[in-house]
């Protein structure tokens, strides 16, 4: 397993083909369901946002940093200055779900998704990205409920042509019923160390009796030590290093944007179908460059899905 070097000349600004949007689509976003994001980052493209907590309403700050984290790795631009994210120049709408101390419910999510439903769409967001979890064990007398409420919101959001990433977690244990990353119509994301060339021993997985179902929406990327942008009031660089599947998994919601601004995820197909094609073209690489791609090892116990390529 290896990864491609690139260099700022090879990656295109996707700033002016999302402003444009696609098809009927005015134009295109990536929204991130976190802690907040610094919005006054030199390199970030801030779209607004919304606050869904009551004591603290600026989605413009982010005072944990880790909301701005995932954002960089979605959308930074591609200006000579901190890092070049998935799809540079993406504009980023932030959500904010998540306090300064890390403290967050499923409650203000579900609230923050059903607003999706009704006002983002509108907006022109197809794409989400969710790093965060929370765990309900399987056969627990809870577990059906948050299959049932937290599930079919995320198939709602797929039934209206909407992407969602999720991070799959990082306890080393199998992801099933960490929502919404268990949940079938979210893409869940592990995550690799490329440092190491190998599956990263604290990353969340599917076990190997998963189901075709399971298998169809898990996905690897890149998570350990994943540079990205961090809010200037924190950090004077405006960049910083962190680790885990919460920063595997916007990697792959900048290809989905990505999918989504070529036309080769069109406008009109389901989230699940736009998931299908991402799938595909990981599974493709695979193929095509076994060296740049990340083949599983059922002898392991653990599966950690193909790793995403950025092929559009």
């Given at each position: 397993m290896q990864i491609e070097a690139v260099t700022a000349a090879g990656v295109a600004d996707v700033s002016a083909a999302a402003a444009a949007g696609t098809g009927s689509q005015q134009r295109l976003l990536a929204a991130v369901l976190d802690s907040g994001i610094d919005?006054?980052?030199?390199?970030?493209?801030?779209?607004?946002?919304?606050?869904f907590l009551a004591d603290d309403t600026d989605a413009g700050k982010d005072d944990l940093g880790h909301g701005t984290h995932v954002a960089g790795t979605i959308g930074a631009k591609n200006n000579g200055r901190g890092i070049v994210g998935i799809a540079p120049g993406?504009?980023?709408?932030?959500?904010?779900?998540?306090?300064?101390?890390?403290?967050?419910?499923?409650?203000t999510v579900i609230v923050a998704v059903q607003w999706l439903l009704t006002d983002g769409v509108k907006l022109g967001i197809p794409v989400v990205n969710i790093s965060l979890a929370a765990y309900v064990a399987p056969g627990s007398k809870d577990y059906d409920s948050y299959v049932t409420v937290v599930c079919g919101l995320m198939k709602q959001l797929s039934d209206a042509g909407v992407v969602v990433t999720a991070a799959a977690g990082n306890n080393n244990s199998s992801l099933r019923g960490n929502f919404p990353a268990s949940c079938p119509t979210?893409?869940?994301?592990?995550?690799?160390?490329?440092?190491?060339?190998?599956?990263?021993?604290?990353?969340?997985f599917l076990p190997t009796d998963a189901t075709?179902?399971?298998l169809a929406s898990t996905m690897s990327a890149p998570g350990s030590s994943i540079l990205s942008t961090f809010p200037l009031d924190q950090d004077d660089t405006g960049i910083y290093t962190l680790t885990g599947?919460?920063?595997?998994?916007?990697?792959?919601a900048g290809v989905a944007l990505n999918c989504?601004?070529?036309?080769?995820?069109?406008?009109?197909?389901?989230?699940?179908?736009?998931?299908?094609?991402?799938m595909a073209a990981a599974q493709q690489r695979l193929t095509l460059s076994p060296a740049y791609s990340y083949a599983e090892s059922a002898s392991r116990g653990k599966l950690l899905g193909p790793m995403v390529w950025s092929k559009f």
């Open positions: 919005a006054s980052h030199w390199d970030l493209e801030y779209a607004g946002g919304k606050s993406a504009p980023i709408f932030s959500l904010k779900v998540l306090s300064s101390n890390q403290l967050g419910y499923m409650s979210v893409l869940a994301v592990t995550f690799l160390d490329t440092a190491a060339a190998a599956p990263s021993p604290g990353s969340n075709t179902e399971e599947s919460s920063m595997a998994s916007p990697a792959v989504l601004l070529s036309g080769a995820c069109p406008a009109g197909n389901t989230g699940n179908q736009h998931m299908a094609t991402i």
